[in-house]
T-cell receptor, first 113, second 117 residues
Framework: NAGVTQTPKFRVLKTGQSMTLLCAQDMNHEYMYWYRQDPGMGLRLIHY???????AKGEVPDGYNVSRLKKQNFLLGLESAAPSQTSVYFC????????????FGSGTRLTVV | AQKITQTQPGMFVQEKEAVTLDCTYD???????LFWYKQPSSGEMIFLIY??????QNATEGRYSLNFQKARKSANLVISASQLGDSAMYFCAMRGPFRQGAQKLVFGQGTRLTINP
C-alpha cells in the first residue's frame, strides 16, 4: 500500500520553464490537496479537488494550474516558473467528507533559478 | 476565516523534560478539528494527534497529549519525557466543519523543537 506518492522528489527549473508535479494515491480517496511550504509560513493551500473532474482554488493559486482527470491522480502545473515558486510542495488526500484523517505525500523540493 | 497562530518559532528543551508547544486558533464555526503534525529533518509530515471541537476529553496518543481549552481557543501540544528523536518542526492545523465541502486544513507557522542531550 503506497499511500500518496509524489514525483519528482527534487527538481531544479530555470525561470520561464514549465513542469508538472504528479500526486498519485491508491486509497480511493475522494479529496486531494496541493500545499506549498515556505520558511516561517507553514503550509499554504494552492488548489484542491473534491472528486474526479473537479478542482478549486485555495489560498495561493496564482501561477499554478491543476487537473484531476482520474480519481487517483492530482497534477500540479507550473506554466512559466518563477523564483517565487521555489518551495517544497506537498500533496495530501482524504477519504471523504466525514473522515478526519489526511494522508500526506513525502514532498517535492522545487528550486527555480 | 480560520487562522492558526504558533507564537514560538523555536524551542530548546533538555532531554527527558516535558515540553508544551503553543497553538491558538480563530474560527467562528462551532464544529472544527485540530491537528498536530511533526516534520523531521527528512521532510515528511507525520500525524501526531487530533481533537474534535465537541470532544469533551483531551486527546492523548502515547507521549503526546493535546491540552484543549475551547474558551481560550488554544490547542497546545504536550510531549512528556522528551527524546532526542522529538527534535523536529511541529505544525498545528485546523479543519473546518464537515458541512463545508473540502474541509481544507489551515496550518500555523510551525515551531522548531530542539531536544538537547
Amino acid at each position: 500500500n503506497a499511500g500518496v506518492t509524489q514525483t519528482p522528489k527534487f527538481r531544479v527549473l530555470k525561470t520561464g520553464q514549465s513542469m508538472t508535479l504528479l500526486c498519485a494515491q491508491d486509497m480511493n480517496h475522494e479529496y486531494m490537496y496541493w500545499y506549498r511550504q515556505d520558511p516561517g509560513m507553514g503550509l499554504r493551500l494552492i488548489h484542491y479537488s473534491v472528486g474526479e473532474g473537479t478542482t478549486a482554488k485555495g489560498e495561493v493559486p496564482d501561477g499554478y494550474n491543476v487537473s484531476r482527470l482520474k480519481k487517483q491522480n492530482f497534477l500540479l502545473g507550473l506554466e512559466s516558473a518563477a523564483p517565487s515558486q521555489t518551495s517544497v510542495y506537498f500533496c495530501a488526500s482524504r477519504k471523504d467528507s466525514l473522515s478526519y484523517g489526511y494522508t500526506f505525500g513525502s514532498g517535492t523540493r522545487l528550486t527555480v533559478v | 476565516a480560520q487562522k492558526i497562530t504558533q507564537t514560538q518559532p523555536g524551542m530548546f528543551v533538555q532531554e527527558k523534560e516535558a515540553v508544551t508547544l503553543d497553538c491558538t486558533y480563530d474560527t467562528s464555526d462551532q464544529s472544527y478539528g485540530l491537528f498536530w503534525y511533526k516534520q523531521p529533518s527528512s521532510g515528511e509530515m507525520i500525524f501526531l494527534i487530533y481533537q474534535g471541537s465537541y470532544d469533551e476529553q483531551n486527546a492523548t496518543e502515547g507521549r503526546y497529549s493535546l491540552n484543549f481549552q475551547k474558551a481560550r481557543k488554544s490547542a497546545n501540544l504536550v510531549i512528556s519525557a522528551s527524546q532526542l528523536g522529538d527534535s523536529a518542526m511541529y505544525f498545528c492545523a485546523m479543519r473546518g466543519p464537515f458541512r463545508q465541502g473540502a474541509q481544507k486544513l489551515v496550518f500555523g507557522q510551525g515551531t522548531r523543537l530542539t531536544i538537547n542531550p
